[in-house]
């Protein structure tokens, strides 16, 4: 059973950049063929597919946040991070990491985690 756990701030100042960890366990994010990817839901609205980093560690972002985002990972840790630079109010949202399968989609979720932009 794969796990995933998000972690970082629950309250970023606009402007500023916004990182989240995701731990994983039960599984290696190096395993062929899956993508471990962010996706969040501001409130009141659907989810959004931010962007996600392979098994090979090869990198996809969505074309509407690819300027402000970037995915890392710690393969030692087993855990990857989302970056968002100059984050602003319409960046709050509940933020879930997930795992996605090469045909499968979305086959496991973190709990998400809430991220509120304000001064």
């Known amino acids: 059973q794969v796990q995933l756990q998000e972690s970082g701030p629950g309250l970023v100042k606009p402007s500023q950049t916004l990182s989240l960890t995701c731990a994983v366990s039960?599984?290696?994010?190096?395993?062929?063929?899956?993508?471990w990817s962010w996706i969040r839901q501001p409130p009141g609205k659907g989810l959004e597919w931010m962007g996600a980093i392979a098994y090979s560690g090869t990198t996809y972002y969505s074309p509407s946040l690819k300027l402000r985002t970037s995915i890392s990972r710690d393969t030692s840790k087993n855990q990857f991070t989302l970056t968002l630079s100059s984050v602003t109010p319409e960046d709050t949202a509940v933020y879930f990491c997930?795992?996605?399968?090469?045909?499968?989609?979305?086959?496991?979720w973190g709990k998400g985690t809430q991220v509120t932009v304000s001064s």
């Open positions: 039960g599984g290696s994010i190096t395993s062929n063929f899956y993508f």
């Open positions: 997930v795992r996605e399968g090469d045909a499968m989609g979305v086959d496991y």
